[in-house]
């Protein structure tokens, strides 16, 4: 999508990958410090090697630091860190290590709808129990615990809930999470027993005015030790997303938090069956969690590639929010956090009708339509999950400001055709 | 262990990594050419950017013509090709995409007895059964179908056995399986019905004179249609072993071999939940799959370099089986491929007696006693399985020659020590 990817970690991965070039001066002192770093805590000086299951321990030291500093001095421990192949992998274990029983006792798993689909395939494939409860629309997506009692009590009948997952900020609703409804969502994880699964992988991708990312992990050390000391948790953090968006290299890490050890020696045993994450993408990690400082030859390059990128998402989180609400039939909620919009659209009823009679979902036949006539690829809102007679699409802000634009104004032109010829 | 690295493979993974090197005349025009290619096949040029689930297309092409290559000419097609986070990765997909059932019903899975402990595990976790078949030690390690008939037969009360997994060249006994054995084992799996699953990650790394590489797939094609085109099967192959021995980029592939369409599409679904292979893996497996060529400027290198590392494995495999038998209560098959030895191992009784008094396996025992007395780590036999009543240990063979000829003496050294103690 025209991001350009961080110099700093580009020159530090490739004089991991050949260590040779550290004698090259064309490479900052800080690029090459970091290398160092990295290899000295690789097998063999080499990051060729395999790594402990649970991540490299001094990447490990350094999420913690990490986490710490986010967190306004909340410690952190190394133990508790595990690296992992993008965050995908990561959930994908807490979810395989949590869920277990047969029949009526089959754990049950809360996750929001609208979804990241990673989470019902996840829960399809281990044959857990998916608790569906609704995002609040009306409320920029926020997060009602009304809402969540009541898709609760309904699973309760017929299997036993563990676990609450929450994506914040949101995919593919764009929303961040105010403090108090993350304090809601804690106080109703104590309560009911859930263990809580923190989804953060947008936890730098926030825009709105007036939203700051609260990391559930902070919010709960603050709520005293009547939570912080009996709510289990888990959050996730990935190099994929944020200024970052280094997606290829599977980079990420978990944090647990209040995990029983007998469950935590289960999960470290379960992770070394695969014997261990990408060093790669943990070396790329190292460089998230520890990116140029203020003394450092690359912080300037650094701070101006990091802002730039924030800043263009911003810009485009707004633009798409105004271009969507300009157009008659197209409701847009404010693109707070996260890299995605996720619209309602207001279809005829002859393209329901006529949906129906080809077997799509009517919002599928809008996006197919729109792929035919513009080659503009959305995800209909189906894939998600949307209340029942809502229809939407879900689109990245990810492209250049000047595509972007294009891009918004053929699917308003696209919208109103689309509108005429139903009606 | 002190194996250097490929400096092709190294240096156009820094060339992928931080592009701006292009311009850098230090690196060869291959290596250049290469890294263009690679990045040509990226989203966005970006090794940055998530891939294909199944992996990048132009690099299971690839893939395809280095096991057409490989197979004196048997067709491969790239949509059979599935790029894996390393070996473990794929071995586990296919496991949990063949296991199913209930009960007596469950799927039943044979391993070879000593196996990787990858299996175990992934069996455990799907709760699929384990079907033990038992290698021959005294035929070096070979596989006998009458064993194989007597496992099955013997699992049929209890599960419903659908796959039958080998490794060859053989973790963690170094054999290398001939032609003939081969054979029986894919009519054996065609009778029986069962899923073939080769685990053929050592495939360059055949050391004995007289042995050779022979994959599956060749032997089934050679076979004839009667065969070719029945037996289902899949292939493991790793960037972590061989000449390369780049175990942290989690690079691998499998191909799959009369897979019925439905099921391949549930394979392409599941491994999609992930997103993709890191791309950094890809890549890297890309230079092991087109290395290179006579014709081009890294190829000397390249040649001396591979060379040395499997000529210094012979050496090693060599060095370490004669050393083990020159040792009175050590029996040491050949190392005829792979990186492993296991020899066997006589202890007297009163070891076998203060083992079960400290609750330990008595070859934990030695090798805890080894450990703490030489600070020289193996792997206990019991952690693979062994037949009742025999004792082993698992060594690799690649720590550097001089440092292996010093370890070996003070095994030896160590195991004359132990036996007369105890005896
Ligand atoms: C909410 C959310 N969680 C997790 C992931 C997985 O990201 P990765 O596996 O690349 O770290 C994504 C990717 O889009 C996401 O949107
Ligand atoms: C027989 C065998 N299969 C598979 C693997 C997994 O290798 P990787 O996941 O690094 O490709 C190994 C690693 O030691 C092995 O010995």
Known sequence: MG???????????????????????KFPEDAKQRARRILGACGGHSIGAYSASQGIECIRQDVSRYIEKRDGGIPSNPDNIYLS????????????LLVCGEG??????????????????ALADLAAVQISYYLDEDRCWGLDVAELKRALSAARTHCNPRVICIINPGNPTGQVQSRKCIEDVIRFAKEEHLFLMADEVYQDNVYAEGCKFHSFKKVLF???PEFSSTVEMASFHSTSKCYMGECGFRGGYMEVINMDPEVKAQLTKLVSVRLCPPVTGQALLELVVNPPQPDEPSYSTFMKERTEVLAALAEKAG?????FNTVPGIICNPVQGAMYTF???????????????????????????LLEEEGICLVPGSGFGQREGTYHFRMTILPPTEKLKV?????????????????
Chains 1, 2 share one sequence.
């Open 343 to 369: 619209p309602r659209i207001t279809l005829p009823q002859r393209a329901i009708d006529t949906a129906k009679e080809e077997g799509l979902a009517p919002d599928m036949l809008y996006c197919m339509r």
């Open 319 to 323: 633009l798409t929010e105004k271009t």
């Open 104 to 121: 009526p006792d089959r754990t049950g798993v809360m996750i929001s709808i609208p979804q990241y689909p990673l989470y019902s395939a």
């Open 85 to 96: 192949t993008g965050a995908s992998d990561a959930i994908v274990t807490m979810l395989k």
């Open 3 to 25: 991001q350009k990817p961080i110099t700093f970690f580009r020159q530090v991965l490739a004089l991991c990958a050949y260590p040779d070039l550290l004698d090259d001066n």
């Open 222 to 224: 603050e709520m005293g």
């Open 407 to 423: 891009v918004l104004q053929k699917i308003r032109d696209f919208h109103v055709r689309f509108t005429k010829q139903f009606s």
